[in-house]
């Protein structure tokens, strides 16, 4: 039964919000972008607001392509790893460190750093039910939680959620009598 999971990968779905506002904003960049390119060589020759269109374009564009590197793809349930699947890179963690697992019942909470739907909802999160969070998540319907064995508190989310869940808290259940700490 776990070489079957192996190779299983769980599509991480965007929420209405997230699909609207990363359409929405991409559309806007790159207006923009067009904008700073054409006002920087045909509107003026003073090479200070040339430098001044080009520097925003830079940043524009590296904020957008950082923030589009880090957006979860998938999920996959290994028999010694949780692997989460972004565009460049992947982020694992192993089924022995994951001290509790389970549903996620709140929205995004309280921003402290990254997008807050711009790809999705990626960054350093505070709610009421878990504190201060790293979170990689499409879709809130679809979330979990889950929580090293070092205190570590991260969201997740995927398509079937709720098998992950259960398939690691049957694999950790001697481990796993714990409930969440704040």
């Not at 904020?63 to 998938?74: E, F, I």
């Not at 879709?139 to 090293?148: G, K, P, R, V």
């Not at 969201?155 to 259940?173: G, M, P, Y």
Request: aromatic share 14%; net charge positive; glycine share 6%.
């Amino acid at each position: 039964k776990i070489k079957k999971m192996k190779d299983k990968r769980y599509t991480v779905n965007w929420s209405r919000s997230v699909k609207a506002l990363t359409i929405t904003l991409s559309i806007i960049f790159v207006l923009t972008e067009l904008f700073l390119l054409i006002a920087s060589f045909n509107f003026t020759d003073d090479w200070h607001d040339r430098a001044w269109c080009l520097f925003t374009f830079i940043v524009i564009l590296s904020v957008s392509a950082y923030t589009m590197a880090l957006t979860p793809l998938s999920i996959s349930l290994t028999p010694t790893e949780l692997i989460l699947y972004r565009p460049i890179g992947k982020k694992m963690f192993p089924i022995d460190c994951i001290q509790h697992i389970d549903v996620y019942n709140e929205e995004a909470g309280i921003r402290i750093f990254g997008s807050g739907g711009f790809w999705g909802f990626i960054g350093l999160f505070y709610s009421k039910q878990l504190g201060k969070h790293s979170a990689y998540v499409g879709d809130y319907h679809e979330a979990f939680y889950i929580i090293l064995n070092s205190g570590k508190k991260v969201v997740l989310s995927c398509e079937n959620r709720d098998f992950i869940i259960s398939s690691i808290t049957k694999r950790n259940a001697p481990n796993s009598p714990k409930q969440p700490t704040n």
